[in-house]
Nanobody
Framework: QVQLVESGGGLVQPGGSLRLSCAAS????????MAWFRQAPGKERDFVAA????????NDKSTVKGRFTISTDSAKGTADLLLNNLNPEDTAVYSC????????????????WGQGTQVTVSS
């Protein structure tokens, strides 16, 4: 079993930044692929970025490339998502997911999910 807990969401003005963190605990979490997704009101959940703790894979959604950066800290068991230059269209619940398979996690089929953290971009 793997437990995931997100933190770091909140209200930010357009152009601002936030750092989201996903704390993973459980068996051999550093063997897992980690991904961030977001779901805006009335829309489907959308892939944002993914990586592996061993650094063997990294992928960012094209619409956030250059603004969002995913990183991991194996010692802490965390996968962070740095959000820069935020705009109102980035408002959503951001959730992290973990799975042994990269292909499953980037398709939203990860075995483990956190509860999500709300990001609101508004002036």
């Amino acid at each position: 079993q793997v437990q995931l807990v997100e933190s770091g969401g909140g209200l930010v003005q357009p152009g601002g930044s936030l750092r989201l963190s996903c704390a993973a605990s459980g068996r051999a979490v550093t063997d897992y692929a980690m991904a961030w997704f977001r779901q805006a009101p009335g829309k489907e959940r959308d892939f944002v970025a993914a990586t592996r703790f061993d650094g063997g894979y990294a992928n960012d959604k094209s619409t956030v490339k250059g603004r969002f950066t995913i990183s991991t800290d194996s010692a802490k068991g965390t996968a962070d998502l740095l959000l820069n230059n935020l705009n109102p269209e980035d408002t959503a619940v951001y959730s992290c997911s973990a799975d042994e398979s990269v292909s499953r996690v980037i398709r939203g089929r990860g075995a483990y999910w956190g509860q999500g953290t709300q990001v609101t971009v508004s002036s």
